[in-house]
């Protein structure tokens, strides 16, 4: 299995950025994808997620409204579509899949595969 995240980048606060992870070597349309990311110094927290059909989604309370995931199961990749960007958001994005479960969680653990991340510099 493998997740391929790309699209980050520097940015200036108030811009946008749209990830994309691309996975393979698993049954995509079965497997729940979430968005995690790390500032330095700190923890992996949660971002968004994206259930398998694509009709439901949640939110980290830092990014709802500014961030919206979604996918295209015929091309196998999922979007962050990163809005309204604050230095705040500065960090490595990872993608996830948990090929397990029916629904959508934000609990890191419960994901089985984990992409490489790509960094996010917003610069105030």
């Known amino acids: 299995v493998q997740l391929q995240a790309s699209g980050g980048g520097l940015v200036q606060a108030g811009g946008s950025l749209r990830l994309s992870c691309a996975a393979s070597g698993l049954t995509f349309g079965y497997s729940a994808i979430g968005w995690f990311r790390q500032a330095p110094g700190r923890e992996r927290e949660f971002a968004a997620a994206?259930?398998?059909?694509?009709?439901?989604?949640i939110y980290a309370d830092s990014v709802k409204g500014r961030f919206t995931i979604s996918r295209d199961n015929a091309k196998s990749t999922v979007y962050l579509q990163m809005n309204s960007l604050k230095p705040e958001d500065t960090a490595v994005y990872y993608c996830?899949?948990?090929?397990?479960?029916?629904?959508?969680?934000?609990?890191?653990?419960?994901?089985?595969?984990w992409g490489q991340g790509t960094l996010v510099t917003v610069s105030s």
């Open positions: 996830a899949a948990d090929a397990r479960r029916l629904g959508v969680t934000p609990r890191k653990e419960r994901y089985d595969y």
């Open positions: 994206i259930n398998r059909g694509g009709g439901g989604t």
